[in-house]
């Protein structure tokens, strides 16, 4: 029985132990358990024992400024953050999860290169233009601060300094090796996916992060697990005072996992009347609007797989929760999107894993912007025909939008009496209708 004040005598299993050093020798490594199961002391003591070149970013990292500070160079930076790491973590005799990254020294003390290559991310994942400017505009001897789409950072959301904060600090040459606790803190669904897809792609790593040897999560989100290395994978458990890990090692075991970091609960989840999966934000957006204006007793799951290359992934996990697609009474309740320009292989691909062919609907055009409602799309733009459509913008008659500016001004306008584009409800709202309407 401990006192009241006594640090408790917490220790890793020899399992554990084992696990760790291969931990060490991984490029990714993701932990997850309940709360309190030991993810934030596993990362710490990691910190302690992989030196200085490694990094801990604790949850308590929100943080903000209105102006930049002074770069003040020191000699032995890197060893006097870790020793005040472990002052702190050595000391403490309650639960603190303080970080020692400060953003707005951190972004100060990268250098001129490695700021344009932090502007350059935030740019790709979020689509906001940082630019550092000066606080009295043509005297380079005033203060600066960072503009973000011509506004202060100050008046950013928490997100996205949150999100600055870990990119800051991958960007850092005095370390290889990155803990985070909770890299979805604070950050919304949509950005975490931007955020992980980021982080897990091998050549974003190569070209933005050539230095970093191990970067390991401990989270709570879905959207962190590594889905292309499973084994990369750790439950994170806890037995009185021991930790323990065990290593994802099916794809049926990551499945479980999945399903218990979304609350083991199927009601809200995946007990809808149907399932939908289509490609991309403005598809997502706009069918599910359409559907639950059409269908407003039913519950639909509209999910956006990013990409048709991603709609046999979403599929698969699918499966392991549902059992077996081709056996599942969900069979006929589960709808893919797909654009004009897919794999061609991928229907043929679908069916095999257990969709239905008449619910996997083509688009006779390429790009969902096409089957919009003619009398919305008549109403934003002036002109008769067809849309032109190029990249990301959409035009006709002389205006000009891009994709998802428009999707959101048609989903505004949208209403339960608006008639829908011929084929919109021909391939996609009649079947839906007939299995779950």
Known sequence: MYQYDQRPNTRFTKNAQDLLEKIRDSDYAVLVGRNNCGKSFLLKTLTQQWGATASYLGPARYQNFNLLGY???KRDIKNERHREFLNQWNQ???????SPINLQQAIAELTDSQRDTLVEIVELLLGTRMEIKETVPGNSMSQKYISCDGHNISYTSSGFRLIATLLTSLLSNDCDTFLIDEPELGVSPEAQGMLADFLFDREYRAKYFPKIRTIVFATHSTVFLDRRHIG?????????DEIDLKPVSTLGELNKVHFFLLGNRFETLYLPSAILLVEGKCDHLFIERATSLRFPNSQLSVISANSDSRIKEVLTIAGGLLTDIQRSPYRDR???VLDAVHSASLPEQLEKMGVLRENIVKWPLNGIEHFYPPVLVDKIFPGAGELDIRGDRVSRGGVEYNKNDLTEKIVTMLETTTPHHADFERLLLEPVAQRAG
């Not at 403490?92 to 303080?98: A, H, R, V």
């Not at 990369?232 to 009185?240: E, H, I, L, P, R």
């Open 71 to 73: 770069f003040t160079p």
């Open 334 to 336: 589960i709808f893919v």
């Open 92 to 98: 403490q005799k309650q639960n603190i999860d303080n």
């Open 232 to 240: 990369n994978n750790y439950v994170v458990s806890k037995q009185g």
